[in-house]
């Protein structure tokens, strides 16, 4: 059975990891702008999913252990 403590450590583990994970995504991305390719874009847009989908993951593999 899932316990308050793994929800916490859940969305603790969740917000850092995702981030860390889209803050390296968004400064590459303006940077790329900022230099003038328009890739940067690409990594710009990007950043939300993924760090929706390292939530996602972490929550199944919480389900699983469960």
Do not use: H
């Not at 981030?19 to 690409?42: D, E, H, R, S, Y």
């Amino acid at each position: 059975m899932i316990t308050k403590p793994d929800i916490l450590v859940l969305g603790l583990t969740c917000s850092v990891i995702g981030g860390l994970a889209g803050g390296i995504l968004l400064f590459t991305g303006m940077n790329l702008i900022v230099g003038g390719q328009n890739g940067g874009w690409l990594l710009l847009l990007a950043t939300g999913p993924v760090c929706a989908g390292i939530g996602w993951y972490l929550a199944k593999r919480l389900n699983r252990k469960a």
